[in-house]
């Protein structure tokens, strides 16, 4: 989490006052996060180059088949923490505690990617047993994918049964909040690069293409 504040691997250490800041901020946000999810399988009924057709619309999205390769089924999540960490970091903020609200702010940052991840990860598992591997995630916004694809992927999985909406500029509420799109298929190219494998707990998976060295359950 630290790293939302600027702190990279191999870096210098934070001070004993920045992490004191942390297990405060930590504590606080640990009562406050509310991980919900929402997923949506459903197959894939032709790939053209990047354009994923399915029962309910095409997507297109640039990279998706060189990162992607073939597949047959998409998952589409909405992931979510819920508000109050957010009205929490609002309220310092109106207090002037400005330290204490960013470093809020970056525990729920960290959280909401730690879901997404474990989303992810619960995906993977789910294709394993009907030998499927299951790909990384992606989503709108990141990369060279469109962020105005967000209306299409709350067509394909509505966020209100979590309690996410979309605006008119495809922002989602609560801001901590991560939609995400997987793959899967008996062609499919599993962990292109090597993260989901490297967290992930099974032991014998026969996908695996990196050993693991750590788990959003620690």
Known sequence: MLRFQGYKRGAAAPGPE?????DEALV?????????????????TRQVGDALETPDLVLTIPGVERHWGRVEHVAAAICTIGDALERRVAELWEARELPLAVMLDSVGSGAVESL??????????????????VTNRISPGY????????????????GEAVGVTLNEA?????????????????????????????????????YRRAPARRTVHR
């Open 116 to 133: 997404a991840e474990y989303v992810n990860d619960q995906l993977c598992q789910e294709g394993i047993p009907q030998g499927l591997p």
């Open 170 to 206: 495809c922002f989602m509420t609560p801001e901590k909040s991560i939609s995400l799109l997987v793959g899967a298929g008996r062609q499919a190219r599993v962990d292109h690069y090597f993260s989901q494998c490297a967290r992930c707990w099974m032991a014998d998976c026969a």
């Open 18 to 22: 920045v992490m004191a800041l942390f």
């Open 28 to 44: 606080l946000g640990r009562g406050l996060i509310e991980p919900r999810a929402v997923v949506r399988w459903m197959p894939v």
């Open 143 to 158: 990369g060279a994918w469109d962020v105005g694809d967000q209306r299409a992927l709350f067509r394909l999985c509505p």
